[in-house]
């Protein structure tokens, strides 16, 4: 799923040189304060390149790991966070960066900074997160920084897969969720078909117009996902939407197969 800074909305060189500069004090401030996925992405940045060494740093980040306060985040174009995008809290474009802790929570976005800064993986902070398992994810961050063993997270593998970074249970509820009537994802297509072909309505024909709209990919992911060489064009968003609901408790991974069963 193509990503780029320069998706970024709002990003300009002024605040990513402006970023650089700010201290460990102030990016634990701003990490408390933030509130669009640009911001979220220079305080992020700005740690790696700069704080990563910084064992008081980390030490002050596994302190927010269980501050649950919650941030509407804006301009979150391109981001792809599977629970927020089934909430309808993030419009699913059709592509993006997957990230899976909730960058909508400070401890979601503590967890962040300090697995990129680490390259350490404890488990992902999520907006179903409890109290309870936010405390253990701590705890492990705790002992790693203080140079005690620790057990790393083994996220579930999807051998097989085309596109592992959304194979995911979770990912296709979000797939199917963004797949629905959605007034803000007809105004991004047609923005796009005005913008790139000078269309107002989706030709007829099939063409490279189609990917203006979101839900091409979508249909895309979820054939994959279900076995389906391609997308058989009756399985409509209503029909995902039972198939869904009948059979979310009985889907797994094939890995001989590489796509998800109905297991009966």
């Not at 740690?47 to 919650?70: D, H, R, V």
């Not at 179903?128 to 790393?152: A, C, G, M, R």
């Not at 803000?184 to 078909?193: G, S, V, Y």
Request: with cysteine; aromatic share 10%; net charge neutral.
């Amino acid at each position: 799923m193509s990503w780029g800074q320069q998706t970024i909305e709002g990003l300009t060189e002024e605040k990513f040189n402006a970023a650089q500069k700010l201290s460990a004090e102030q990016l634990l401030s701003k990490n408390i304060t933030d509130a669009s996925w640009c911001e979220i992405f220079l305080t992020l940045n700005s740690s790696i390149n700069n704080q990563s060494k910084n064992s008081e740093y980390l030490k002050a980040l596994t302190g927010q790991i269980t501050n649950k306060a919650i941030t509407s985040i804006e301009g979150t174009s391109k981001l792809i966070i599977w629970e927020r995008i089934t909430s309808g809290e993030i419009l699913f474009e059709g592509k993006g960066l997957v990230v899976e802790n909730d960058l909508f929570s400070v401890a979601g976005r503590a967890n962040q900074l300090l697995q990129n800064m680490t390259k350490k993986n404890f488990g992902y902070v999520t907006s179903s997160s409890t109290d309870d398992d936010l405390k253990i994810i701590q705890n492990k961050w705790v002992k790693f920084i203080s140079n005690q063993p620790v057990d790393e997270y083994r996220p579930a593998e999807f051998k097989g897969s085309a596109i592992p970074e959304a194979s995911s249970l979770k990912a296709i509820e979000a797939l199917i969720i963004s797949i629905q009537n959605n007034p803000k994802k007809d105004a991004l297509t047609k923005k796009c078909l005005q913008k790139i072909y000078k269309l107002d309505e989706m030709p007829k024909e099939k063409g490279p117009a189609l990917y203006c709209s979101p839900d091409t990919h979508s249909y895309a992911y979820l054939s994959m996902l279900l076995g389906d060489k391609k997308r058989d064009e009756t399985k409509d968003a209503l029909w995902w939407k039972k198939f869904w609901d009948e059979n979310h408790g009985k889907l797994a991974w094939d890995n001989e197969k590489g796509f998800y069963i109905v297991a009966k």
